[in-house]
Each structure stands twice: as structure tokens, then as C-alpha cells.
């Protein structure tokens, strides 16, 4: 529990940053989808490392996750033209006192909601499928798009994205990674993106590090990819940082 501590003073001390990266069409990297904002610290220059298997198995997640989601919104308040996503652990899925001024605001502004891309996690399980499904549907009724980040690296079920029907589901670095070293992983790839194609309109491949992925992200068949190929994430791609800022306590 001490890097726990750790990491939520740094939060309320202002040091927790967003840096962004994009998701980009793979034909025209130049055409980008929306981006993506990843935690880092004021002061680091690499990714980084946060406790949140920590967070999470302790159901600490959800402050942060508020932070971060409340962050993106001011940003995106602050500039008509920005399309941002960014995390939130599946422990934070569920609609409830939390979450109440967020779809409040987002309710009152729906050209805010239509630019926001809220990217679920399969590192933890959700409160309850029920409640999980009743949050995406939350979601996208106020305009929001809502992604499943990393598919086939954590605890997500075909089901629940059938049932939820995201706009975008995002496949795990992993297989990129381990389609390059095989031709069997490719063409397992190659069906995954197909399967995902089936349940959601925008398939992105993560893990875009070199030409030779994308090209082979493309015969996979997937048109959206994100990586280091792109760019890596920057503090200060929006042209000023977006800090996070501790949310006061919900009654």
C-alpha cells in the first residue's frame, strides 16, 4: 500500500501529466482517429512505471480514473478541433455516484461527448456484467464512444463486447508482436482482426513500430493502428499539458 500512497500524493501535488499519442489511419498516417492519452509523470521521460495491478487490486482505480476522464474533458472544452480517449479500469464501469457530474457535463454538452473516446481495460473484471453494460450503453447514449483496450491480453469476454457493442475494439500489442516472428500468429491475427470486425465498426492494431508492421497490419486487414511507427506519446502534443488534478469526494 506504500506505492499506493505514493502515487496518489503525487497525484494531489499535481505531478501526474497526460501524454498523447495518436491512432492513425494506416493507408495515411496523416488522417488521425482520435488521441490517446497515457499516464505519465511531470518529470519522467519514459513511460514510466504506476502501480496499477496495485490500484486495482485493492479497487483503488476509480479516483484516478475520474481524475483522468475530468482532465481529458477540460481539454477538449478547451479546443473545439481535439478528439481525445483515454483509460479507465473496468472497475470503474459502472454507473453510479462517481460518475454523476461527468455524465452531467457530458449530457450538457454534447459536442464535448462526441469527441471523447473512453478506452475500458481488461486488466480487472467489471463491478458486474449487468452494471458494465448498462455503462457503455450510458455512454453512447450521450454521444461518447466507447473502445475496449488491449483485447486478448486480459480478463474481457467476446460476450460482454457482443452484448455492449463497442465503436472500437483495440487488439493487444502481443499479437503484432508475435505475428512478425511467425506466420501462424499472422494468420491467427488476421482472423482476430475478422472476428472483431464482426463486433465493432473500428479495429485498431497497437503496437505499430516499423513499416513492416503496418504493412503487416494492413494484409491482417485492419485499417487503424497506433505505435511507436506514429509517434510516441508526448507531454506536450496538445500544445499545452493536460495535468491531472485529484477529484473532490463524491457524497
Not at 481535439?82 to 455516484?97: E, Y
Not at 481495460?121 to 455512454?139: D, G, M, N, Q, Y
Request: aromatic share 6%; proline share 4%; glycine share 8%.
Amino acid at each position: 500500500m506504500h506505492r499506493v500512497r505514493n502515487f496518489y500524493s503525487e497525484l494531489a501535488l499535481g505531478r501526474l501529466v497526460l501524454a498523447f499519442q495518436p491512432v492513425v489511419w494506416l493507408p495515411d498516417s496523416s488522417r488521425v482517429l482520435y488521441q490517446e492519452g497515457l499516464l505519465r509523470h511531470i518529470d519522467a521521460l519514459g513511460k514510466g512505471v504506476y502501480p496499477f495491478a496495485m490500484l486495482e487490486k485493492h479497487q483503488l482505480m476509480r479516483e484516478l480514473d475520474r481524475s483522468v476522464v475530468h482532465s481529458v474533458i477540460d481539454s477538449l472544452l478547451l479546443d473545439e478541433h481535439l478528439r481525445l480517449g483515454c483509460n479507465i479500469s473496468a472497475q470503474s464501469a459502472i454507473v453510479d455516484h462517481y460518475w454523476q457530474e461527468i455524465i452531467a457535463h457530458l449530457r450538457d454538452a454534447p459536442s464535448v461527448a462526441a469527441r471523447l473516446v473512453i478506452e475500458i481495460t481488461e486488466s480487472a473484471t467489471p463491478p458486474s456484467t449487468l452494471a458494465a453494460i448498462e455503462f457503455v450503453l450510458c455512454l453512447r447514449e450521450l454521444g461518447c464512444r466507447v473502445a475496449i483496450d488491449d483485447f486478448g491480453a486480459g480478463l474481457g469476454t467476446l460476450e460482454f463486447i457482443r452484448q455492449t457493442r463497442p465503436d472500437i475494439v483495440k487488439i493487444d500489442q502481443g499479437y503484432i508482436q508475435r505475428a512478425r516472428l511467425e506466420t501462424n500468429n499472422a494468420q491467427t491475427l488476421g482472423h482476430l482482426v475478422q472476428l472483431c470486425k464482426t463486433l465493432a465498426p473500428c479495429v485498431i492494431i497497437e503496437g505499430i513500430e516499423s513499416e513492416a508492421d503496418r504493412a503487416l497490419a494492413t494484409a491482417c486487414g485492419s485499417e487503424w493502428g497506433q505505435g511507436y511507427l506514429f509517434g510516441r506519446p508526448q507531454i506536450d502534443a496538445l500544445g499545452a499539458r493536460c495535468l491531472l488534478q485529484p477529484m473532490g469526494k463524491s457524497a
